[in-house]
């Protein structure tokens, strides 16, 4: 394998997954990103040009995304409409990038024999209970809340059946929550942060009582390149590093990292349909591909993280005012 056709590779995990791959492999990339709102080219610099070319384009243009399949040996797909408030307000971009361009791109990797891996969410699953030990695995029935979620879940759907019908070479991973540097403001982590930063106080959806699996992007991004060099096809590996965090205790963290009182945020609206508790048995993927996470201590992490929002204000600044606004008018 040679080349690679990443897209999505503007965004938070896309990028993240470019500069692994530029960093731990001698693979040239391509990104297909038509950056919308949450795409940042910025979020790319520093790749040296021989092992790296941008292409701005929309996975729904099957007549881009054919060209640029037949010129590459694997295609991994990051790119999605991906953030669940969005989802509730305006469904219909989310059909379109989601089920859509999916479609487009697995036709492309059908007609050329190019191997293809699906990068998913463990939200397809549905929620947990709260203080059971359940969690989901590779064989959980899909049960999706969300408009995102059920968008997501259909994705999948459509893999796993080009995999059986016309034996797409391809692999499927459902990722827990992920954090670190370069992540919209709009999504939960970063959010709080640059609210804290602005001097604005954090903002729990209801009780804040919902949990959440975190993992950092750089162990996603070091599982996803795993699964293209060992997966089997038309496995699913489920990924995740055992990090279950309930929402309120994430905000006092981050509040009592930034010097201010851990109990100095508000409870705003709930989020329509929220789902209460993700968490990821990634025993699979442990296993039978020999993973392991690597940047699995939180609270590190979650130092680090804000370390980076307050040196780059000038990669987030520009979407801050935007974002809260929208969050304003729906009340949350
Ligand atoms: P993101 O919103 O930060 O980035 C999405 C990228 O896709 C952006 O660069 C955007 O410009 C691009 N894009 C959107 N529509 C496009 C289109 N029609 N054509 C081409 N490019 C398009 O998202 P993210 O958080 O980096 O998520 C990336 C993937 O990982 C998604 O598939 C998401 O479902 C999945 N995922 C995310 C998480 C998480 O915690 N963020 C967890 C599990 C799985
Ligand atoms: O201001 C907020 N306050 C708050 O309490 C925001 C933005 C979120 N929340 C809550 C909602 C969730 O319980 O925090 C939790 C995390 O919210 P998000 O960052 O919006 O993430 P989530 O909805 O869990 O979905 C994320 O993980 C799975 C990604 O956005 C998805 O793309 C991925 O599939």
Same mark, same amino acid.
């Given at each position: 394998?040679?080349?690679?056709?990443?897209?999505?590779?503007?965004?938070f995990?896309?990028?993240?997954f470019?500069?692994?791959v530029?960093?731990?492999?001698?693979l040239?990339?391509t990104?297909?990103?038509?950056?919308?709102y949450?795409?940042?080219l910025?979020?790319?610099?520093?790749?040296p040009?021989e092992?790296?070319?941008?292409?701005?384009?929309?996975?729904g243009?099957a007549?881009?995304?054919? @060209?640029l399949t037949a010129?590459?040996?694997?295609?991994v797909?990051?790119a999605a409409?991906?953030?669940?408030?969005?989802?509730?307000?305006?469904?219909?971009p989310?059909?379109d990038?989601?089920i859509?361009g999916t479609f487009?791109l697995?036709e492309?990797?059908?007609?050329?024999g190019? @191997?293809f891996h699906?990068?998913?969410?463990?939200?397809?699953?549905?929620?947990?209970?709260l203080?059971?030990?359940?969690?989901?695995?590779?064989t959980?029935?899909y049960?999706?809340?969300s408009?995102y979620?059920?968008?997501k879940?259909g994705s999948d759907?459509?893999v796993?059946? %080009?995999v059986?019908?016309?034996?797409?070479?391809?692999?499927?991973?459902n990722?827990?929550?992920?954090?670190?540097p370069?992540q919209?403001v709009e999504k939960?982590?970063?959010?709080?942060?640059?609210?804290?930063i602005?001097?604005?106080?954090p903002k729990?959806y209801?009780a804040?009582?919902?949990?959440?699996?975190?993992i950092?992007?750089?162990d996603h991004?070091s599982?996803?390149?795993?699964?293209?060099?060992?997966?089997v096809?038309?496995?699913?590996y489920?990924?995740g590093a055992d990090?279950e965090k309930?929402?309120?205790d994430?905000?006092?963290?981050i509040?009592?990292?930034?010097g201010?009182?851990?109990?100095a945020y508000?409870?705003?609206?709930?989020r329509?349909?929220h789902?209460?508790?993700?968490a990821?048995?990634?025993?699979?993927?442990?296993?039978?591909?020999?993973?392991t996470?690597?940047?699995?201590?939180?609270?590190?992490?979650i130092e680090?993280t804000?370390? %980076?929002?307050r040196?780059?204000?000038e %990669? %987030?600044?520009?979407?801050k005012?935007?974002?809260?606004?929208?969050?304003?008018v729906?009340?949350?």
């Amino acid at each position: 394998m040679q080349k690679l056709l990443v897209t999505g590779g503007a965004g938070f995990i896309g990028s993240n997954f470019v500069h692994h791959v530029v960093n731990t492999t001698e693979l040239h990339i391509t990104v297909l990103d038509k950056l919308t709102y949450a795409g940042n080219l910025a979020s790319l610099n520093h790749l040296p040009a021989e092992r790296f070319n941008f292409v701005h384009g929309d996975i729904g243009d099957a007549g881009l995304v054919d @060209r640029l399949t037949a010129s590459v040996d694997a295609v991994v797909h990051y790119a999605a409409e991906s953030h669940n408030d969005n989802s509730l307000h305006d469904p219909r971009p989310f059909l379109d990038t989601n089920i859509i361009g999916t479609f487009t791109l697995i036709e492309a990797a059908r007609k050329h024999g190019t @191997r293809f891996h699906h990068i998913s969410t463990d939200e397809v699953y549905g929620d947990l209970e709260l203080d059971t030990p359940e969690r989901f695995t590779e064989t959980t029935p899909y049960n999706p809340s969300s408009p995102y979620s059920s968008t997501k879940a259909g994705s999948d759907l459509l893999v796993r059946a %080009w995999v059986r019908s016309f034996g797409l070479q391809a692999t499927i991973s459902n990722c827990s929550n992920n954090y670190g540097p370069y992540q919209h403001v709009e999504k939960f982590i970063p959010r709080q942060i640059t609210n804290v930063i602005d001097g604005i106080r954090p903002k729990l959806y209801g009780a804040g009582e919902n949990v959440r699996d975190w993992i950092h992007a750089n162990d996603h991004s070091s599982a996803v390149l795993r699964i293209l060099d060992k997966g089997v096809i038309g496995e699913t590996y489920l990924i995740g590093a055992d990090g279950e965090k309930n929402n309120k205790d994430v905000v006092e963290q981050i509040l009592t990292h930034m010097g201010r009182p851990a109990d100095a945020y508000d409870h705003v609206t709930d989020r329509p349909g929220h789902d209460l508790r993700y968490a990821i048995d990634s025993g699979k993927l442990r296993r039978e591909l020999g993973w392991t996470p690597k940047f699995s201590n939180f609270d590190a992490g979650i130092e680090d993280t804000i370390a %980076w929002y307050r040196d780059n204000e000038e %990669w %987030w600044r520009p979407q801050k005012a935007e974002t809260e606004a929208k969050y304003q008018v729906q009340g949350q």
